[in-house]
């Protein structure tokens, strides 16, 4: 009817579909009719939430554009920061509820860069990451850390092919050693590294390289005379295995021990605990984290588990997340040839909720 007035059906007011920009304000403090842009969306949406294909702006400078799933970063996506009044890009690849997760490349304030697999906003898989001063690794990596079989490409020229274990060489490996004068690798090393240093192994010539005659004047190795020197390397490499044995039971990639939702969970756990954010959680504090997933450890588990790990029981002992993970899978029970499935259900991990918020001043963060 004409001149009557006009109602908005119900829900005509939700954000749906494809919009022009959005902006989001906040009102200063003791002003009147005054507020500040806090940000800007341009994109789709569903029932109010970004969803669909959008470009997110913060007053801090920095700009998202991608996929959203329910107004979280969640498909293909590239973060881009403001430095020095200019726009540097700082991750671009796939992402999961708001994090990185799946393949994808980063780019650090240092001029560090990797490219690989993430898992929850941490490098976790297999990736390269090429270090600004000319260093490059390429393997294994477990929350964030170096961890399992990789190869480190050296800025003087040496190669390193082995194992390891949080960040340091563990294990077997073989190193290359450079020769700037005749351009090429002249002697190697083959053995044992304990704690990123090398304890027990063989040193030996490089075969000549014929396209590098230099290569057929070998360096001179030192001269030594040992007696049953076989035995004595095979004895010494023996006690070094046995003696870092619960170390190295850490390479065991826990992905094979546990399934992608209970590391979550620990993972998730762990983070609760370690407020901090060091990466470390006390003797004291472990049954706490336990029971975030729904365990409960009785003293004589504990000690058990200490023996496990070869940890002291002492209040300044410390717990990394690999440890914490391989305590959670020692503690589950297991009957004939199949694992059960942990102690912790998914109705805990359900419950589980992360809140995540960008911080310009960090490299670990989205």
Not at 246 to 263: C, G, M, N, S
Request: aromatic share 12%; hydrophobic share 30%; proline share 6%.
């Amino acid at each position: 009817m004409p001149g009557a007035p006009m109602r908005a059906a119900p829900g005509a007011g939700d954000k749906n579909g494809e919009r022009r920009t959005v902006y989001f304000t906040k009102k200063l403090p003791k002003e009147v009719n005054n507020y500040a842009r806090t940000g800007q969306y341009l994109g789709e949406w569903r029932e109010n939430r970004w969803h669909g294909k959008g470009t997110l702006e913060r007053a801090n400078g920095t700009r998202y554009v991608g996929e959203w799933v329910e107004g979280q970063r969640s498909g293909v996506g590239t973060l881009w920061i403001k430095q020095s009044g200019q726009f540097r890009k700082r991750y671009t690849g796939q992402w999961l509820n708001d994090q990185p997760h799946g393949r994808g490349s980063n780019y650090y304030k240092n001029g560090d860069s990797y490219n690989g697999e993430w898992r929850n906003g941490v490098r976790h898989g297999t990736g390269v990451m090429r270090y600004a001063d000319g260093g490059v690794y390429d393997g294994e990596w477990f929350n964030n850390k170096r961890h399992g079989f990789g190869v480190y490409d050296y800025p003087n020229g040496d190669h390193f092919e082995g194992l390891w274990v949080e960040d340091k060489k563990e294990g077997e490996g073989v190193h290359f050693y450079f020769s700037k004068e005749k351009r090429t690798h002249t002697k190697r090393y083959d053995g044992e590294w304990v704690d990123d240093l090398p304890k027990c192994g063989f040193y030996t010539e490089m075969p000549p390289d014929p396209l590098v005659p230099d290569s057929f004047v070998p360096d001179p190795l030192p001269r030594t005379e040992v007696i049953a020197p076989d035995e004595i390397i095979s004895e010494r490499l023996g006690d070094i295995r046995e003696e870092r044995a619960h170390i190295r039971a850490k390479r065991v990639p826990l992905d094979d021990q546990l399934t992608p939702e209970e590391l979550d969970a620990l993972q998730e756990a762990f983070s609760r605990v370690d407020v901090d954010g060091s990466g470390q959680i006390s003797l004291e504090r472990l049954p706490e984290a336990f029971g975030q997933v729904g365990m409960e450890i009785a003293e004589d588990e504990l000690e058990q588990l200490l023996v496990h790990l070869d940890k002291p029981n002492e209040p300044a002992t410390n717990f990394s997340f690999a440890e914490f993970a391989q305590a959670a899978d020692f503690l589950s029970p297991i009957e004939g040839d199949e694992p059960e499935p942990a102690a912790f259900g998914s109705a805990t991990m359900g419950s589980l909720d992360t809140a995540y918020e960008d911080d310009d001043d960090d490299d670990d963060e989205y």
